[in-house]
Each structure stands twice: as C-alpha cells, then as structure tokens.
C-alpha cells in the first residue's frame, strides 16, 4: 500500500467564494480543522469535471468579479498564515489565457507548490508539465479507475513528482462514492508503479475517509464543503469549516 494509513485529509475551496474575504476564512477554518492539504480552485465557466455545487460556486465567484490575480492573491494570503502545502487547481483554458509559463511561476511566486489540471493530460499539456518543472512546480496528473494500464503506466511514471490525483469513478464531483474493491485495487495499483495517490470524488464521510487512508497518502474533499458553505450562508466561515473538518476526520484520523 502506498498510503501512509493516517487520514490525512486534502480539502478543496474555491477562491472567492462566497466572497474572496469569506474564501480566505474558509481555507484558514480547514486548516485549523486539521486540513494536511489546501487545493484552492481557480473558478472557470466551463468546469467540466465539476458537480452542480461547485459549478454555482464557480459561477458566483465569477459574477462577483473574480480575477486570476485575486486567486493568487489569496494563495498568497493563505501561504502567509500557514506551512499546510497549497496546490492551485485551474482548467486549461485560464492557463493558457496569459501564458503557461506566466501562470505556473505566478503560482509558484504566490506560494503554491503543485497545480491540478485535469484536462491537461502529460501528453496534452501544451508545456505546462515542462513549465513546473522549470520552475519547482509540480504538476499532479488527473487518472479515473478506466485508464487503461499501460496509459496508467506513462502517466505516472512520466510526470516529474510522484503525486496522482485520482478520481475515484468517471463523472463529475459531488454525489457519494462508495469505496469498494474496484477502486481499492485503483489505488494499489497506482501504489506498485509508484506514484503516492491523492483520492477524491465523492467523498463526504468520516467512514469514506476511514476507508481510504490505507490506500491513499491524501483523501480529497471538496464538494462536501461548498455544501455546506452554500447551505449555511450565515455562519461564519472559518468557525464552519473547522468544525466540518474536524467532524469529517474524526474517524479518519
């Protein structure tokens, strides 16, 4: 197994939502809920790997003005107040609108050290994996449980870090997963090519999370929190997010 069987818990928010004030709550509530990773989402128009919550999300931030240079604003704002690792997560098209490269060093400058894209596959990334490596970057590869082995193979064994995000079933983020043998043996076999699986997609339990640890060195949760953010609009974000976050390891950890 590759994981390191603690539970250790990724959390996805997106930048500027419900307000860039209130996103920079959030993320400082997840850590102080014990979130071992920061995944901050860069909203698009299109996120097509994305659930209904997180597309509202994506759409609000948007309507509210958000830029690419309020995101790593906040990355840099978050970076500020805590060690916990920062990955940005973007599409392909807010990538390429000013530059690969210009994107991945102000990533870098801001204080992140990974990117997420997931429609930029190694062999389709039009520099971009290149361009992290340049610059101290890395750029975590996207799989879903029907790649085919030997395409699972180049994918991890090609990208220049050992992370590998991946998605838990094919589809779009937010409706439960159920953690079964078929996407165990997922993650193992990404375990014995060698890459450290980051898993995610439809994980909204402390059972899910309890399920995974073994298998995985970070659990990913995302929707489940901008549920949240969206249903209790009145609370106070980082108070809300520290006790869903503590709530959701609890049993993980």
């Not at 890395?138 to 699972?152: F, G, H, M, Y």
């Not at 590998?164 to 997922?186: H, M, P, Q």
């Not at 993650?187 to 899910?208: D, H, N, V």
């Amino acid at each position: 197994m590759s994981g390191q069987g603690k539970g250790r818990i990724m959390t996805h928010l997106v930048a500027s939502f419900p307000s860039w004030e209130a996103s920079l709550e959030v993320g400082r509530g997840l850590v102080d809920g014990g979130a071992a990773y920061l995944e901050v989402q860069f909203p698009f128009s299109d996120p097509t790997a994305d659930g209904p919550h997180i597309q509202v999300a994506c759409d609000e931030a948007l309507a509210a003005g958000f830029t690419q240079e309020r995101g790593f604003a906040l990355v840099e704002a978050l970076r500020a107040r805590t060690d916990v690792p920062i990955a940005v997560m973007s599409y392909a098209n807010p990538i390429f609108q000013n530059g690969v490269g210009r994107f991945v060093q102000r990533c870098r400058d801001a204080g992140a050290g990974a990117i997420i894209a997931p429609d930029l596959p190694p062999d389709y990334d039009e520099g971009l994996y290149a361009a992290g490596k340049a610059a101290g970057v890395a750029v975590i590869p996207v799989v879903v449980p029907s790649t085919l082995p030997e395409r699972l193979r180049m994918v991890v064994t090609g990208a220049d870090t050992d992370w590998v995000y991946a998605a838990l079933r094919k589809g779009i983020t937010g409706s439960y997963t159920e953690i079964g043998e078929d996407n165990l043996a997922f993650l193992r076999r990404i375990g014995e090519l060698g890459g450290k699986p980051m898993a995610g997609f439809g994980i909204r339990s402390p059972e899910q999370v309890a399920a995974l640890a073994p298998y995985v060195d970070y659990v990913v949760v995302g929707t489940w929190f901008v549920e949240l953010l969206r249903r209790e609009r009145g609370a106070d974000p980082r108070t809300l997010m520290a006790e869903a976050m503590a709530k959701l390891s609890a049993q993980g950890s």
